[in-house]
């Protein structure tokens, strides 16, 4: 729980550095994030060359919320437990194709996905 108090806690970004912070520790667990490219494009627009660093909390506010929503909620990645009851589920379409292998635990936090 600690770990997730910590993403909850992130004070917002207040310059450049900070954003690449945030972004290279969230890109860690981007494969474990839907729409993750999405939530963090605001966030991301801070990067460009071209553009001056000035947070919005409307709109970079909201991205970081929606971020942080993502990084805590059920089900966060765990380490694989081989003495654990395990799923794996399976979808595919013409666009893409998704698994996740899941196994339970007294946190309901806790679980390990994949893609």
């Known amino acids: 729980m600690r ?10 970004p207040t310059d450049r550095q900070g954003v690449m912070r945030l ?3 969230a890109t860690y667990l981007a494969r474990f994030t839907p729409a993750f490219s999405d939530v963090v494009a605001p966030i991301r627009e801070l990067l460009r060359r071209d553009v001056e660093f000035r947070w919005d909390e409307a709109k970079h ?8 929503h993502l990084l805590t909620s059920a089900p966060v990645p765990a380490y694989y437990d081989v003495r654990k009851e395990v799923t794996v589920q399976c979808d595919s379409s013409q666009a893409a194709d998704w698994d996740a292998v ?5 946190d309901p936090l806790n679980s390990l996905q994949g893609h």
Do not use: R, Y
């Open 3 to 12: 770990k997730v108090d910590a993403v909850l806690n992130m004070p917002a």
């Open 61 to 68: 506010g909201d991205a970081i919320s929606k971020l942080k």
């Open 23 to 25: 972004l290279g520790m």
């Open 102 to 106: 899941s196994f339970k635990t007294a």
